[in-house]
């Protein structure tokens, strides 16, 4: 059974930093690609970042881009989050993604429906 457990949310304050940890069970780590994504209150989910399966490459959104740092070690079999700068914008619950399909036509995934696997979210609210 895959499970991906996410931790490190909060309260925070803007300007200040956070960061999720997402660990994962029941699944071959090294090689799932890793994503995070977001929902705020009445938006759709959306995303945030994804790391390749060696982590050498990363992507995203432009939203948070220069703010936010992906990364995973996989000898923990755990994906982070590293979040600064944070703006109120920032708050919503995050959530951790897990794709074991393999497309040698596509290293982007920036949409839900391409994940496989989802932990149950960790909320981060940052205050003005």
Known sequence: ?????????????AGGSLRLSCAASGVAFSICTMGWFRQAP????????????????KYYADS??????ISRDNAK???????????????AVYSCAARVRIDASANYHPRAFEYDYWGQGTQVIVSS
């Open 1 to 13: 059974q895959v499970q991906l457990v996410e931790s490190g949310g909060g309260l925070v304050q």
């Open 42 to 57: 009445g938006k759709e989910r959306e995303f945030v970042a994804q790391i390749s399966r060696s982590g050498s490459t």
């Open 64 to 69: 948070v881009k220069g703010r936010f740092t």
């Open 77 to 91: 079999n755990t994906v982070y989050l590293q979040m600064n700068s944070l703006k109120p914008e920032d708050t």
